[in-house]
Structures are given as structure tokens and as C-alpha cells.
């Protein structure tokens, strides 16, 4: 269990949120069915506490029988028979309808419970994809899916346990008592309520005291499975070392704290359950001397003695398991708000209100004056301005941490400009809204991650719903078609947990295509091809030139040598535009660039000397 337990006004907080979903604006068909699941709920609830009444009458015809028979010196078989099986059959028949009453209740409601938790999941991840870069590079995405899934189990069970069971279960309490006041006794009345409320009372309490126990077993339980997960991913790295007993040393101290743990904790429950037996067995002591004193009186009957005590067994079952209950609605509260505290984080990067559509005809790109900071004490742009004429190809180099990359975040407004603005054909993208924004610009990043899913389906991922005839136009483009006809599969073949099945250009060939397929007006390369080898570099340098001609392209690049043929470059040093040109008359400043042009030269003679010796020797 979790130490961070919510407060009671917190936990009202989570229901207060919650409750819309139970009752959504605009649904006539829920809310009928709401309405008809509480009536419902509430004759389940009739018949059940009528069951005994029919139990007692039962025994107590078949009492007056056999006092009948006894004393008359013959039975009389009508009523023996005929008028006992009536109330047996009548007792049978309540107790169906009690348990239909409750499966329709749960037939019913189960649209309006799997609506609530769709919609509430489909809200917390809708939010969750609105939220800024910034958020999601500072949360790990385990957590946060890990925070809706327990959310919506905690949901599931809230509405099963709570809405079903706990408060059903209350509103059966007062009827009883109500029914035993009114039939008998004021007295039988209150100790049955008395009961109930020191037992639930004592069991919420000690559950409460025991919670520590819970919470110090999972804690360890949870150590000692990473500890076991641990060892055995770097399984390599324990044989190198010869450390196999150190790890089962530290396996097994989690399990020993894991063990005392688990101890404390059926030792607690253990006393929760002897108290709980012994509230119940000193109400029904107390309810069933009064009945039996009634029965001596002649004020009561055979058949009451009975129901007294069967109204108390029967609120004692399914309090029997509250204790339980009450940790899971307690941890079910828990996963709630942090489930929905996700809504209370604010969009950095929001739309403005009735935010046009961009209107995207030439496509060029203006920067002017930009300046950003991820964080208010480091500045990375500062003031960089520069143009990307309409379906030309402008490059932007410089050593790492110039600030590159942040350009590219800032174009699909993952980010806000600090200072400055951007235009596409003029328009400022704070301006317009962000989908059609992203509609028009295409980008192939440098580290392409793949779903694990089919490569068909990562082309198609450009444009979902795009025809399989428009899906191997994009392949052939980006020049994988051949690669594609020649696996087993074809274009059906999985490419495994972020593309990890592929080469990093036959990821980049695909990246490529999908990118195409989106048709964008604009064109963003972020270092395609700086963690591919020589060869491959070049075969996706000419994939790239050939698919951004005749295209608005920003090329963001490391390697000098793809952006030898952009119409300008753009060298960046501390985020500030230090050097602006073409390749040639970059090279003749003999500045920054040539600097790195020549750095970079002198790398790439090296590794084609090694690779050379590598081909000699084999």
C-alpha cells in the first residue's frame, strides 16, 4: 500500500470529480439506467431483509404442527404440509428474486460503469498528449501509465464494492433495526445497531493499525523483486564476477524483511478476526437471551427466536469482509487522485481561443528574434533570426548545444518561444492551432522510433487511412520497396519493440516513407542520419535530397557533409547565428564552419583508413 494515503477531503475531492462520470450531461439512456439500478438495488435489498420473515413464519407453522399433533393424539396433515411448503416455496421464491434483483442491478449499471471508467481513462490520456514536451521528459512514462491503470482499477473497484456492497449494506442495517424495533423490542433494535457500529467501528480502526504491516510487506515485496530482476538482467555481469552468493545474500535479506512483514501482518489480521468474532458473538448472546426470555413469556415465538438471530448472521456476512474492503476503497481513492491529479497539471502550450487553421500556400519559415530557455537560468536561443524561402532547403549546424534541435521543437510548438516569434507564409504559429500546424510540417528526427507493429502500419502512421497503393508509392520513394519484396512477409513483417528488428537506415528508410505519406508543406530533417554508417549516410543522403526537392526544408545537421548543397547554412554557437552562407563561401570565411569542416574531414580519412585495413586483413 501506499504511504501517501489521501486525506478525507481529498478523498471527497476524488468522488466529487468522479461523480459527472456517473451522471454525464447529455445521456438520458445513463441516467435511466442509474435511476433503475438504484430502484432495483433497493428492491434486492426488500427482498433480502423479508427472507427471514419468511423463515420465521415457516418454523413457526411448523412449530403449531407439531404442538398440534402432540396433544390432539393424531396430525393434521393440512396443516403440517400444505401451509408450511406455501411459505417454503414463498421463501425460495424472495430469495431468487433478491438475487436476480441484484444480477439485473449489475446488468444495468455495468454500461453506466464501463462508460465512467472509458471515459475517465480516455479524458487523463487526452490530457496527458496535450500536455508539453517538458512534462513528459520530466515523468517516466511507467509511472504515468501505470497511474492510469490503477486509476481505472481503483474506479472498477469503487463502483463494485462501495456503490454495491458498502452502502447496500448500511441501508440493510437500518431496515432491520427498523423491523426489530417495530415487530419486538426497542432493545433488540439497539443492540443489533450497537453491534454493528462497535464491529464496524473496531474493524476500520484495527484495519487502519494494521495498514503499516501491508504497506512494510509490499515495500519489501517489491525490493526484493527488483533486487531478483536485477540480478538476472545483468546475469553476464554476475557470472564475470563470480557473485552469485552476494546476490542471493541480498535476495534473500529482502525476503527475510519481506517475511516479518508478512508475519506482523497474519498476526494482526488474526486478532481483527477474533474481535470481530467476538462483537458478533456478544450481540447475538445478548439479542437471542432477550428472544428466549420472550419465548418463555409466550410473548414471542419459536420462529421470532430464530429470525432475531439469523438478521444478525446475515449483516455479519458481508461486513465479514470490511476490513478488506475498506484497504482497497482506501487505496482505491489513492490511485483516483493520482489518476486524476494528471487533469490538474496545466498545458504549457495551449491554443488560443477560435485559433484559426494555418493557412499553408508557399510555405516559408521566418525566425525573428527568437529566444528560449528550458529553464529561466540557462538561455539557449538568443535571438536568432533567419528565413526558409519557399521551397528551398536551409541548413542549421553547429557544435552541440547550440541549440539546434530546440528549432525543431519550437516549429511544432512543443515549446513556446521565450521572445520573438515564428512565421509559416507570415502567420505566427502561436496564432493558429496547433493540429493544423503539425498537419503541414513533416519531420524524419534522428533517433526514429517504430512501433512494434507491422512496417505497413509505421508507413501508414504518416497518414492513417492512406490506401496500400498510396503506402507503397511512400516506400518506393524512400527508396525501401526492394527491401520490403524481399522479407518473407513483405510489408506485414513486424518490426519487434521500437523497431529494434531493423538497421538503423532501413529505420530511417521508413521514417522516410512515413513522412512522405503525410505529404507536409514543410520539411524537417533533425540529424537523419548521424548515427548511420558511412555507406548508409550517403544512401540516405540521396533518399533525403531527392524526396525535399521542390520543398520548404529546414535540415538540422552534425555532419557537414549533408548539407553541402543547401541553398544557405546556418552555423549556430551559443545559441546566435555566428555564420550564415553556402558550403563554398562558408569554407573560404575560414571561420567556425570551415573549422568543423575540417575536423570532421580529418575523422572521416581516419575511419576510412581503418576500414580500409579492416578489408585488407580479412
Given at each position: 500500500?501506499?504511504?501517501?494515503?489521501?486525506?478525507?477531503?481529498?478523498?471527497?475531492?476524488?468522488?466529487?470529480?468522479?461523480?459527472?462520470?456517473?451522471?454525464?450531461?447529455?445521456?438520458?439512456?445513463?441516467k435511466?439506467?442509474?435511476?433503475?439500478a438504484?430502484?432495483?438495488?433497493?428492491?434486492?435489498?426488500?427482498?433480502?431483509?423479508?427472507?427471514?420473515?419468511?423463515?420465521?413464519?415457516?418454523?413457526?407453522?411448523?412449530?403449531?404442527?407439531?404442538?398440534?399433533?402432540?396433544?390432539?393424539?393424531?396430525?393434521?396433515?393440512?396443516?403440517?404440509?400444505?401451509?408450511?411448503?406455501?411459505l417454503?416455496?414463498?421463501?425460495?421464491?424472495?430469495?431468487?428474486?433478491?438475487?436476480a434483483?441484484?444480477?439485473?442491478?449489475?446488468?444495468?449499471?455495468?454500461?453506466?460503469?464501463?462508460?465512467?471508467?472509458r471515459?475517465s481513462?480516455?479524458?487523463?490520456f487526452?490530457?496527458l498528449?496535450?500536455?508539453?514536451?517538458?512534462?513528459?521528459?520530466?515523468?517516466?512514462?511507467?509511472?504515468?501509465?501505470?497511474?492510469?491503470?490503477?486509476g481505472?482499477?481503483?474506479?472498477?473497484?469503487?463502483?463494485?464494492?462501495?456503490?454495491?456492497?458498502?452502502?447496500?449494506?448500511?441501508?440493510?442495517?437500518?431496515?432491520?433495526?427498523?423491523?426489530?424495533?417495530?415487530?419486538?423490542?426497542?432493545?433488540?433494535?439497539?443492540?443489533?445497531?450497537?453491534?454493528?457500529v462497535?464491529?464496524?467501528?473496531?474493524?476500520l480502526?484495527?484495519?487502519?493499525?494494521?495498514?503499516?504491516?501491508?504497506?512494510?510487506?509490499?515495500q519489501?515485496?517489491?525490493?526484493?523483486?527488483?533486487?531478483?530482476?536485477?540480478?538476472?538482467?545483468?546475469?553476464?555481469?554476475?557470472?564475470?564476477?563470480?557473485?552469485e552468493?552476494?546476490?542471493?545474500?541480498?535476495?534473500?535479506h529482502?525476503?527475510?524483511?519481506?517475511?516479518?512483514?508478512?508475519?506482523?501482518?497474519?498476526?494482526?489480521?488474526?486478532?481483527l478476526?477474533?474481535?470481530?468474532?467476538a462483537?458478533?458473538?456478544?450481540?447475538?448472546v445478548?439479542?437471542?437471551?432477550?428472544?428466549?426470555?420472550?419465548?418463555?413469556?409466550?410473548?414471542?415465538?419459536?420462529?421470532?427466536?430464530?429470525?432475531v438471530?439469523?438478521?444478525?448472521?446475515?449483516?455479519?456476512?458481508?461486513?465479514?469482509?470490511?476490513?478488506f474492503?475498506?484497504?482497497?476503497?482506501?487505496?482505491?481513492?489513492?490511485?483516483?487522485e493520482?489518476m486524476?491529479?494528471?487533469?490538474?497539471?496545466?498545458?504549457?502550450?495551449?491554443?488560443?481561443?477560435?485559433?484559426?487553421?494555418?493557412?499553408?500556400?508557399?510555405?516559408?519559415?521566418?525566425?525573428e528574434?527568437?529566444?528560449?530557455?528550458?529553464?529561466?537560468?540557462r538561455?539557449?536561443?538568443?535571438?536568432?533570426s533567419?528565413?526558409v524561402?519557399?521551397?528551398?532547403?536551409?541548413?542549421?549546424?553547429g557544435?552541440?548545444?547550440?541549440?539546434?534541435s530546440?528549432?525543431t521543437?519550437?516549429?511544432?510548438?512543443?515549446?513556446?518561444v521565450?521572445?520573438?516569434?515564428?512565421?509559416?507564409?507570415?502567420?505566427?504559429?502561436?496564432?493558429v492551432s496547433?493540429?493544423?500546424?503539425?498537419?503541414?510540417?513533416?519531420?524524419?528526427?534522428?533517433?526514429?522510433?517504430?512501433?512494434?507493429?507491422?512496417?505497413?502500419?509505421?508507413?501508414?502512421?504518416?497518414?492513417?487511412?492512406?490506401?496500400?497503393?498510396?503506402?507503397?508509392n511512400?516506400?518506393?520513394?524512400?527508396?525501401?520497396?526492394?527491401?520490403?519484396?524481399?522479407?518473407?512477409?513483405?510489408?506485414k513483417?513486424?518490426?519487434?519493440?521500437?523497431?529494434?528488428?531493423?538497421?538503423?537506415?532501413?529505420?530511417?528508410?521508413?521514417?522516410?516513407?512515413?513522412?512522405?505519406?503525410?505529404?507536409?508543406?514543410?520539411?524537417?530533417?533533425?540529424?537523419?542520419?548521424s548515427?548511420?554508417?558511412?555507406?548508409?549516410?550517403?544512401?540516405?543522403?540521396?533518399?533525403?535530397r531527392?524526396?525535399?526537392?521542390?520543398?520548404?526544408?529546414?535540415?538540422?545537421?552534425?555532419?557537414?557533409?549533408?548539407?553541402?548543397?543547401?541553398?544557405?547554412?546556418?552555423?549556430?554557437?551559443?545559441?546566435?547565428?555566428?555564420?550564415?552562407?553556402?558550403?563554398?563561401?562558408?569554407?573560404?570565411?575560414?571561420?567556425?564552419?570551415?573549422?568543423?569542416?575540417?575536423?570532421?574531414?580529418?575523422?572521416?580519412?581516419?575511419?576510412?583508413?581503418?576500414?580500409?585495413?579492416?578489408?585488407?586483413?580479412?
Amino acid at each position: 500500500m501506499s504511504n501517501n494515503q489521501p486525506t478525507a477531503r481529498a478523498e471527497f475531492g476524488v468522488v466529487k470529480t468522479f461523480l459527472p462520470y456517473l451522471w454525464p450531461r447529455g445521456e438520458f439512456e445513463l441516467k435511466a439506467r442509474v435511476v433503475i439500478a438504484l430502484l432495483l438495488l433497493f428492491a434486492a435489498k426488500v427482498a433480502n431483509v423479508y427472507v427471514p420473515v419468511l423463515y420465521k413464519y415457516a418454523v413457526d407453522a411448523l412449530g403449531g404442527g407439531a404442538k398440534t399433533g402432540a396433544t390432539g393424539g393424531g396430525a393434521d396433515t393440512t396443516t403440517l404440509i400444505v401451509v408450511p411448503v406455501g411459505l417454503i416455496v414463498a421463501y425460495g421464491l424472495i430469495r431468487v428474486l433478491s438475487s436476480a434483483f441484484g444480477e439485473l442491478r449489475d446488468a444495468v449499471f455495468a454500461k453506466v460503469a464501463q462508460r465512467a471508467i472509458r471515459t475517465s481513462a480516455l479524458g487523463v490520456f487526452e490530457h496527458l498528449h496535450a500536455l508539453s514536451l517538458r512534462f513528459h521528459l520530466d515523468r517516466q512514462m511507467g509511472g504515468l501509465t501505470r497511474a492510469i491503470e490503477r486509476g481505472v482499477k481503483g474506479i472498477e473497484f469503487l463502483l463494485s464494492f462501495m456503490l454495491f456492497n458498502i452502502l447496500p449494506t448500511f441501508l440493510e442495517i437500518f431496515m432491520v433495526s427498523g423491523i426489530l424495533w417495530v415487530l419486538y423490542d426497542f432493545w433488540f433494535a439497539l443492540i443489533t445497531f450497537v453491534t454493528i457500529v462497535i464491529y464496524i467501528a473496531f474493524t476500520l480502526i484495527v484495519t487502519e493499525w494494521r495498514m503499516k504491516f501491508r504497506r512494510e510487506m509490499n515495500q519489501r515485496d517489491d525490493e526484493a523483486n527488483t533486487k531478483a530482476i536485477d540480478s538476472l538482467i545483468n546475469y553476464e555481469t554476475v557470472k564475470y564476477f563470480n557473485n552469485e552468493e552476494h546476490e542471493s545474500r541480498r535476495y534473500d535479506h529482502a525476503l527475510r524483511g519481506y517475511e516479518v512483514a508478512a508475519v506482523k501482518s497474519q498476526e494482526s489480521l488474526s486478532k481483527l478476526n477474533i474481535g470481530q468474532g467476538a462483537i458478533i458473538a456478544v450481540g447475538l448472546v445478548l439479542n437471542m437471551l432477550l428472544a428466549a426470555n420472550g419465548v418463555k413469556d409466550g410473548s414471542m415465538t419459536i420462529g421470532d427466536f430464530v429470525l432475531v438471530n439469523t438478521y444478525l448472521l446475515q449483516l455479519y456476512m458481508p461486513l465479514n469482509f470490511l476490513g478488506f474492503v475498506y484497504r482497497q476503497i482506501k487505496q482505491s481513492l489513492t490511485d483516483m487522485e493520482r489518476m486524476f491529479s494528471l487533469l490538474d497539471v496545466e498545458k504549457e502550450v495551449e491554443d488560443k481561443k477560435d485559433a484559426p487553421d494555418l493557412v499553408c500556400d508557399q510555405a516559408s519559415i521566418r525566425f525573428e528574434d527568437v529566444k528560449f530557455s528550458y529553464n529561466p537560468d540557462r538561455q539557449i536561443l538568443k535571438g536568432v533570426s533567419f528565413d526558409v524561402p519557399a521551397g528551398k532547403t536551409v541548413a542549421v549546424v553547429g557544435p552541440s548545444g547550440a541549440g539546434k534541435s530546440t528549432l525543431t521543437r519550437l516549429m511544432f510548438r512543443f515549446y513556446d518561444v521565450s521572445s520573438g516569434r515564428i512565421t509559416i507564409d507570415g502567420q505566427d504559429i502561436r496564432d493558429v492551432s496547433q493540429t493544423s500546424l503539425r498537419r503541414s510540417i513533416g519531420i524524419v528526427p534522428q533517433d526514429t522510433v517504430l512501433f512494434n507493429d507491422t512496417i505497413a502500419y509505421n508507413i501508414a502512421y504518416g497518414r492513417p487511412g492512406a490506401s496500400d497503393a498510396e503506402i507503397t508509392n511512400a516506400a518506393k520513394l524512400a527508396s525501401i520497396d526492394r527491401f520490403i519484396a524481399a522479407l518473407p512477409e513483405g510489408s506485414k513483417a513486424m518490426v519487434g519493440e521500437r523497431g529494434l528488428k531493423l538497421s538503423g537506415g532501413e529505420k530511417q528508410r521508413v521514417s522516410i516513407a512515413r513522412m512522405l505519406l503525410k505529404r507536409p508543406k514543410v520539411m524537417i530533417f533533425d540529424e537523419a542520419t548521424s548515427a548511420l554508417d558511412t555507406r548508409t549516410e550517403k544512401d540516405i543522403q540521396q533518399a533525403l535530397r531527392d524526396v525535399s526537392r521542390g520543398h520548404t526544408t529546414l535540415m538540422i545537421a552534425h555532419r557537414l557533409s549533408t548539407v553541402i548543397d543547401a541553398d544557405e547554412i546556418i552555423v549556430l554557437r551559443e545559441g546566435q547565428v555566428a555564420e550564415r552562407g553556402r558550403h563554398q563561401d562558408l569554407l573560404t570565411q575560414d571561420g567556425l564552419y570551415a573549422e568543423m569542416w575540417a575536423q570532421q574531414q580529418e575523422i572521416r580519412e581516419a575511419e576510412e583508413i581503418l576500414a580500409h585495413a579492416g578489408e585488407v586483413t580479412t
